[in-house]
């Protein structure tokens, strides 16, 4: 007698837009990320897959310091990284405060404040 398999945990559709700028040698490792999966695979990825690849196959080690050397190289800025001081950022803190003020704000257009 054969079993069903689980079904498969549904996919969350939803994705996080995000803008990003990248450097001259970065958009190159995107273009031969794009080739290598066209000519090895035969899959024609496009930017977003490409760079979601990219993330998912780096190696979370002590290498990261080196190329982020780079990539502050890179950018130019000078201003040294804050403190870790063990809190956990959170992406969207400040988003409840902007979402009180927008309401001030839209309430004074219609007049209402």
Same mark, same amino acid.
């Given at each position: 007698m054969k079993t069903k398999a689980a079904p498969a945990a549904p996919v969350n559709p939803v994705?996080?837009? $995000? !803008?990003? !700028? $990248?450097?001259a040698a970065d $958009?190159? =490792? %995107?273009d031969a990320i794009l080739d290598h999966m066209k000519a090895k695979a035969g899959v024609r990825l496009n930017v977003s897959q490409a760079i979601k690849l990219a993330l998912r196959s780096v190696r979370i080690d002590d290498g990261l310091l080196a190329a982020w050397d780079? %990539? =502050?190289?890179?950018d130019g =800025?000078?201003?040294t990284p804050a403190p870790d001081d063990g809190r956990l950022r959170k992406p969207n803190a400040n988003l409840e405060r902007v979402k009180a003020l927008s309401r001030g704000l839209l309430d004074r257009v219609k007049g209402r404040a």
């Open positions: 994705a996080q837009k $995000l !803008s990003i !700028s $990248l450097f $958009l190159e =490792r %995107v780079g %990539v =502050r190289a890179d =800025r000078r201003k």
